[in-house]
């Protein structure tokens, strides 16, 4: 029989085979090595768990409509609530009102968690539409919704405003309250608006107006009064305190009821300094409260403050507003002590940039609230107001919807973690380097007026902050979902 045409009698083809084989098993079992190896040793990201502290829920659109249909029902509007009276027929406590803004995330967390401590929510939803009486109405499902469907949905009156891109236009104020035919056309699309959506009136907040037509104002709100009072509705108007420029019995005289911005005592124009001292607190409520009805004014409370980049040698002063938890992330940063002010009694530190350039923050928080509430409950206000929700130390919710002279500094030691975000640096490519932290402090009390005197923060609160990094100016970053691609990849780079 003739030898298999593959048949090697030496057996080297035959070693040679087996060798190859071998060498290919060990090949895969060297891949295969490799790979479980990269699942051992490879760096491995740090167990970050990224749970939102917010309570959000998804909104079905159809079920947002229908609730905020409800809430716009004619039939359906709420009157202004009347606090339970004690037996001599005066109010047992002071209403509770909280100023809501849309364009602030932070902001429809607070109404989402404090709606229940709220007896009335004055949101920004109207803006003056020009100098004729149109208005410009912001659609806020969310925050309707929630409104809606809340246990006991307090009434909504919304804030009357002539703010854009952070400012207050008094120009076009001006115009309008100097032309009486757009007042009156003002007016009757408020009433239109009030009917319409359900609303329990109106917070007029119009600011920066020249002395002119400031001396107008109270006319504009009296007519709005005049026409929405058959209604069941009511007017309210916000003014500035120590402002001789305002008449506060003009304005009294005109509104249902006077909202008095109890803060300000240093703004982002002036000089660093207390945002509401004590001090100067007590001075101005006293002052005010004695052309004002005290039975019809809501005292509206800060919970802000101001960070003051200070003037040096090449480049003026600035100022930026600053809510709680920015006040205390920035502290945190910078290493810096929060100090309670012997004499103002608000909280303040300094520190210095990354620019070298010395920055003084001054705050408000739980302690200042506290303290302005307690000596302001004798004089029994119709009311307290949070301005605004979102920028506030939660602690204050404490001492909302108490009893007049009920309010104690009990439960301000431990502070929620913040539900915000602090970016830092620049670039589309986004690092968690730390997750949120709650806080601690300390308070003293002092014996003599039972105020609290003095506020050591132990630990700052702090928020997600996100470094962004990969900014080069000139170039281009391109990313691929899959690829990349021998063809297409070495032309889109080019």
Do not use: C
């Not at 405003?161 to 400012?167: I, Q």
């Not at 302005?372 to 119709?382: E, M, N, W, Y």
């Not at 806080?439 to 105020?451: H, M, Q, S, V, Y």
Request: hydrophobic share 40%; proline share 7%; no cysteine.
């Amino acid at each position: 029989m003739d030898d298999f045409v593959f048949h090697d009698p030496t057996g080297r083809r035959a070693r040679r085979a087996n060798f190859g084989v071998g060498l290919l098993v060990a090949l895969a079992a060297l891949v295969v090595a490799g790979f479980f190896a990269t699942l051992a040793f490879a760096p491995r990201l740090p167990n970050l768990q990224m749970k939102d502290p917010r309570d959000l829920r998804a909104l079905h659109v159809e079920t947002a409509h229908r609730q905020i249909r409800a809430l716009r029902a004619g039939q359906e509007w709420r009157r202004l609530p009347k606090p339970r009276a004690t037996a001599a027929g005066s109010p047992s406590r002071p209403l509770s009102v909280g100023f809501y803004v849309s364009w602030d995330e932070s902001s429809r967390v607070s109404l989402a968690r404090n709606i229940d401590k709220l007896d009335v929510v004055s949101p920004q939803w109207i803006g003056l539409d020009g100098s004729l009486g149109r208005v410009n109405v912001t659609s806020d499902p969310q925050a309707e919704a929630m409104i809606a469907r809340a246990k006991n949905p307090p009434p909504v009156m919304p804030m009357i405003h002539n703010a854009h891109d952070g400012l207050s236009d008094g120009p076009v104020a001006d115009r309008l309250l100097m032309n009486p035919a757009a007042r009156t056309a003002l007016v009757t699309n408020l009433v239109t608006l009030a009917q319409q959506r359900g609303y329990a009136g109106y917070v007029f907040d119009l600011e920066n107006m020249n002395h002119t037509s400031l001396a107008d104002y109270p006319a504009l709100v009296a007519e709005a009064r005049a026409a929405l009072k058959p209604l069941g509705r009511e007017v309210w108007v916000s003014v500035p305190v120590a402002d001789d420029a305002w008449d506060l019995k003009k304005f009294a005289a005109a509104a249902d009821s006077v909202v008095l911005m109890a803060y300000d005592q240093h703004w982002a124009a002036g000089k660093p300094g207390p945002a509401a001292g004590q001090d100067w607190y007590e001075a101005i409520i006293e002052q005010d409260f004695k052309k004002l009805d005290p039975a019809h004014t809501i005292v509206a409370l800060g919970d802000y403050g101001y960070d003051w980049t200070l003037p040096d040698a090449t480049q003026p002063g600035r100022a930026d507003t600053e809510v709680f938890y920015d006040a205390t992330q920035t502290a945190h940063d910078a290493e810096a002590t929060i100090q309670l002010d012997d004499n103002a009694l608000n909280p303040h530190y300094a520190y210095q940039d990354d620019d070298g350039r010395k920055h003084e923050v001054w705050f408000l928080d739980a302690a200042t609230v506290f303290n302005q509430i307690k000596v302001t409950d004798p004089f029994r206000p119709q009311g307290y107001a949070l301005w605004r929700m979102g920028a506030e130390d939660p602690g204050v919710w404490k001492f909302f919807r108490q009893p007049y002279g009920a309010v104690q500094p009990k439960g301000l030691e431990t502070i929620d973690p913040s539900t915000g975000v602090d970016f830092e640096g620049t670039g589309e490519i986004l690092h968690v380097s730390s997750t949120p932290t709650g806080g601690t402090r300390t308070i003293e009390i002092d014996p003599d007026n039972g105020l609290i005197s003095g506020e050591t923060y132990t630990s700052t609160p702090t928020s997600y902050v996100i470094q962004r990094y990969g900014a080069h100016p000139g170039y281009v970053a391109l990313t691929f979902d899959d690829g990349p691609d021998g063809r297409w990849t070495p032309k889109i780079l080019d």
